[in-house]
Structure formats: C-alpha cells, structure tokens
C-alpha cells in the first residue's frame, strides 16, 4: 500500500467517523477531550487524586462513544481514564423542540 492509499483510506476513515458522529451526539448529554480521546457520555465523573505530590485525574464515563477511528467497537458501556494532563467537559445543549429539517410545513 503506497503512502497515498495509506492517506486517501484514512481521510475516508476519518468522514465516516465524521458522519457516526452527527448521526448521534444528539443521543448523548456531554463531549469529554483528554489529551488522547474525544468522548461523548451521558454520564461523566471527574475527580482530581494524589500520589507522592503528583496530581492527576480520574474520569469515569458510562455509557459512552470514543472517537477513534481504528477502533472496532466505539460504544462503550464504562470507560476510566486516568491522566496527568487537562481534561475538558462541556454539557450538550438539549433544546426542548426540534424542527424538521425539510419544508412540511407548506410554505
């Protein structure tokens, strides 16, 4: 495989997870970003620990998708991640009403 299939299978990868992604965050209630992953979650817990003056930080997620496009599975019923760097949690706006995307209306 030449390093241009390499890239062109990887681009197309990477818009498939791309698409999985849309098609679902709404099912989801928060976006978790470590330093290695990208997670949606519908349960999050974070909590900051000690060891020997070191601190770092414990994620526990439930209920999850991990973007990672060399993975198999993405759906993950519990995660723990465990790590000395920045970790970022944002609740998903869930608006009450939806429109429909096409014109049902009848304009």
Do not use: C, H
């Not at 000690?50 to 973007?67: I, K, L, P, Q």
């Not at 990672?68 to 009403?97: C, Q, W």
Request: zero cysteines; charged letters at 35%; glycine letters at 2%.
């Amino acid at each position: 495989m030449s390093a241009e299939d390499l890239e062109k299978y990887e681009t197309e990868m990477e818009l498939t997870l791309y698409k999985e992604y849309r098609d679902i965050v709404s099912q989801f209630s928060y976006v978790v970003e470590t330093e290695r992953r990208f997670y949606l979650a519908n349960s999050v817990d974070v909590a900051a620990r000690n060891a020997d003056g070191e601190v770092y930080f414990e994620v526990r997620m439930s209920d999850a998708w991990v973007w990672d496009m060399y993975r198999p599975a993405r759906f993950v019923k519990n995660v723990r991640v465990l790590t000395f760097k920045d970790v970022n949690v944002e609740e998903l706006d869930k608006p009450d009403l939806r429109l429909p995307e096409s014109d049902q209306f009848g304009s």
